[in-house]
């Protein structure tokens, strides 16, 4: 349930991941923002996307997450 939230989030932002990329971004974030496993992970993803200042941190997070995704594998084409 949680990831259809990250999927309307990412909707939103105008970002487009395959299925594993968001699976690896979901983790991440619950992780980073220390939802996961908690009661009600999706109610409270919600609630922190509908803060203001969780809202910021969560974009900013998924865009240098993504940053960092795309400067690793240029990296790795060059091996």
Known sequence: M??????????????????????????????????????RECDRFEEMWSDPIYKEAIKKYIEEWISFRRRRSVLEAYR
Do not use: C, N, P, W
């Open 2 to 39: 949680s990831k259809l939230v990250l999927d309307r989030i990412l909707k939103e932002l105008d970002i487009y991941l395959s299925e594993f990329e968001k699976d690896e971004l979901y983790f991440e974030l619950s992780r980073a923002f220390g939802f996961i496993g908690s009661y």
